[in-house]
């Protein structure tokens, strides 16, 4: 079946280390996006790309990175310059333009 | 970007009760996308609708894009413990980013 993985679920992470999320899809899509959640909150999108070897940043793109060299992957890093990165990210795809998004199932990450 | 006001905030309903929840814009959007997020999982898409006046039907849900496609309704009728969750809105924007509405979370009594 065709889909979305995160991984992983849930991740601990130390002050001052870098975290990297990882989001694979088989649906051929063109476009990823990686979206933060907060309690009480929408979503709000982290970078997205709509082509292989290119993406933007988003409304809250500091202190994250992406890569997109592979059109199945679209990694999220969370660098030790986000100040708040105790949050629930969602990495999702689509086709393009005017399309719904299929979501992946997310992964908790957790500052200790 | 512009943001989408969602109303409620939350709701809490006894099952059979309808449920409401809305999208306001203050500008003209393109289009608007509804997505269900169930307690513990991942927003689910459930419908687009693009044009003004739009009404589309999914079993006991309706959604509705206003004439001026400023706002947009979705309604439960007969609500059952299936359908809670978290409701989005959102709209696509050039490269197909979304804008999400904060959500209305929706809890059913049985």
């Known amino acids: 079946d065709g889909g979305i993985t995160q991984s992983p679920k849930y991740l601990f992470r130390k002050e001052g280390q870098n975290v990297t999320l990882s989001c694979e899809q088989n649906?051929?899509?063109?476009?990823m996006y990686w979206y933060r959640q907060d309690p009480g909150q929408g979503l709000r999108l982290i970078y997205y790309?709509?082509?292989?070897?290119?993406?933007q940043k988003g409304d809250i793109a500091e202190g994250y990175s992406v890569s997109r060299e592979k059109k199945e992957s679209f990694p999220l890093t969370v660098t030790s310059a986000q100040k708040n990165p105790t949050a629930f990210y969602l990495c999702?795809?689509?086709?393009?333009?005017?399309?719904?998004?299929?979501f992946g199932s997310g992964t908790r990450l957790t500052v200790v | 970007g512009q943001q989408v006001m969602q109303i409620p905030q939350y709701q809490h309903v006894q099952e059979g009760e309808d449920f409401t929840t809305y999208c306001n814009s203050s500008?003209?959007?393109?289009?608007i996308q509804w997505y269900k997020q169930r307690p513990g999982g991942h927003p689910v898409f459930l419908i687009q609708?693009?044009?003004?006046?739009e009404v589309k039907k999914q079993k006991r849900l309706t959604f509705q894009f206003g004439e001026a496609k400023k706002n947009s309704s979705l309604h439960i009728t007969a609500t059952q413990t299936t359908d809670v969750g978290t409701y989005f809105c959102?709209?696509?924007?050039?490269?197909?980013?979304?804008?999400f509405g904060a959500g209305t979370i929706l809890r059913v009594k049985s």
């Open positions: 959102a709209y696509s924007t050039n490269g197909n980013k979304l804008v």
């Open positions: 999702a795809s689509s086709r393009g333009q005017g399309d719904g998004y299929t």
């Open positions: 649906l051929n899509h063109d476009a």
């Open positions: 500008t003209t959007l393109s289009n």
């Open positions: 609708l693009v044009k003004s006046g």
């Open positions: 790309s709509q082509i292989v070897n290119d993406f």
